[in-house]
């Protein structure tokens, strides 16, 4: 699937602050935790697509992960053609009828962005004590 941009809300200003520290200060590790973070995404996103035959919910991937100016991005994504009718929704053949979306990436999203903030705290706070901050 691709043309959809996704971003995760949730972090305070101090958390906002301290991930800049870390990023600058140790990006390998901050490349790591947003890796990570791709990887719970990509998990879920497994579980909540419909296995008919199993093609698309083995399909999906995660991308490298670049930075574009002071952002990372990373890609969980599917080349599988019939990805978008199934996550939105499609006319039946005839085109008397309507398939509802299964939205396994909408709500995959909402689910990993639902426990990012205590999973950042628990990951910030890991790494304050591993690194004596």
């Known amino acids: 699937m ?4 996704y971003s995760f809300e949730g972090f305070d200003a101090l958390e906002r602050q301290l991930t800049q520290m870390i990023e600058q200060d140790f990006p390998e590790e901050f490349k790591a ?4 973070i791709a990887y719970e995404l990509q998990g879920r996103v497994k579980e909540n697509t419909p296995k008919k035959t199993g093609r698309l919910q083995d399909s999906w991937k995660v991308g490298k992960i670049e930075k574009r100016g002071d952002e990372y991005y990373i890609e969980v994504y ?17 085109g008397k009828g309507f398939v509802k979306g299964k939205h ?8 990993v962005s639902a426990r990012l903030p205590a999973y950042l705290q628990e990951w910030l706070n890991d790494f304050i004590s591993t690194h004596d901050l």
């Open 2 to 5: 691709s043309g959809t941009d």
């Open 33 to 36: 935790l947003v890796i990570q």
């Open 78 to 94: 599917t080349n599988v053609e019939y990805a978008e009718p199934v996550e939105y929704g499609h006319r039946t053949r005839g």
């Open 104 to 111: 396994m990436m909408a709500i995959s999203l909402e689910e």
